[in-house]
């Protein structure tokens, strides 16, 4: 069963950048769409950005151009960079694996725990 763990998360003002990494268990990852899901205090869970085996993306409108996923497969781990932060972008960061590129939670097999992040004011 592949595993997940992401790292990163914090406060930042807004306009600040963070960097979340997630780190899978097996080499099985390498094979694997992956991608990453935030929810805010009272909303959904909703779809931020993947990727696939070879690098094709998919982003949501609210984020394009502001945040860049990519992936090292040799380090099983996936990035998530996020620059020129806003406010609405606090919420819980969470990494997903699934066994195709998708922008739908249900299609996602394995989850991490998620990474808070904050962005202030």
């Known amino acids: 069963q592949v595993q997940l763990v992401e790292s990163g998360g914090g406060l930042v003002q807004a306009g600040g950048s963070l960097k979340l990494s997630c780190a899978a268990s097996?080499?099985?990852?390498?094979?694997?769409?992956m991608g990453w899901f935030r929810q805010a205090p009272g909303k959904e869970r909703e779809f931020v950005t993947a990727?696939?085996?070879?690098?094709?993306?998919y982003y949501a409108d609210s984020v394009k151009g502001r945040f860049t996923i990519s992936r090292d497969n040799a380090k099983n781990t996936v990035y998530l960079q996020m620059n020129n932060l806003k406010p609405e972008d606090t919420a819980v960061y969470y990494c997903?694996?699934?066994?195709?590129?998708?922008?739908?939670?249900?299609?996602?097999?394995?989850w991490g725990q998620g990474t808070q992040v904050t962005v202030s004011s």
């Open positions: 997903a694996a699934a066994p195709f590129l998708a922008t739908m939670s249900g299609e996602y097999d394995y």
């Open positions: 990727i696939n085996w070879s690098s094709i993306t």
């Open positions: 097996e080499r099985t990852f390498s094979t694997h769409a």
